[in-house]
């Protein structure tokens, strides 16, 4: 059965298939035909040669090429999926705009695409949407934690109540790895509160 080949197109010599392709600028319509590609303005022709994309700043919408309306405080991005803009360092995408991101006293902006937008400071801890003194007791030092107090006792005190207490070391015993709590030397057990012969 011979070939018919359609305007536009250029045969394969395959076995499979139709046995032609469109030419480069044309799409196959319905298996027997090759239509132009039109391309809208703002747009180009993809390297396929079978489609079209809008150029950057412009995007698809019902077959033409619409400019992208970037608000104020914003740039064009290269993201695949969601906005086709981004906020400048320092705003936040709300409804359509850029707003100012309301930084607190004691705070810094920070680099995270999620949660807050802003870091309390050393010292500080957050609270609400304010950074709080970090109360520092007697005989600790502040830590760098996401949870907890934000302090450490210093080696050879244990926190209690918001506070730093001095161990009381019982005899045959040592201060542990922490420096906070204390266990039994070799041989010795701990029982109720003080350190025993194992044997």
Known sequence: ???????????????????WECLHGYQEVNRNTCVEVVVPENGYLDPSGSSWSCQRGFAEITGSCDEIIVPEFAFL??????????CERGYEASEGSCVLIA?????????????????????FAEQGDECSPIIVPENAYLVEETYG????????????N?????????????LDRTGNRWECNRN????????ALSN
């Open 188 to 195: 010795f057990q701990r029982t109720r509160g003080v350190c």
């Open 77 to 86: 991005s290269d993201e695949t999926y969601g906005p086709a803009w981004t």
């Open 149 to 160: 107090s934000n302090w450490r006792c210093n080696r050879g005190y244990t926190a209690s």
């Open 103 to 123: 930084v607190p006293a004691h705070a810094y902006l920070n680099l995270s695409t999620y949660g807050q937008a802003w870091t309390c400071d050393r010292g």
């Open 162 to 174: 918001n506070r730093c207490e001095v161990i009381d070391l019982p005899e045959n015993a040592h």
């Open 1 to 19: 059965m011979a070939i018919v080949i359609p305007a536009n197109a250029y045969a394969t010599n395959r076995s499979y298939g139709t046995g």
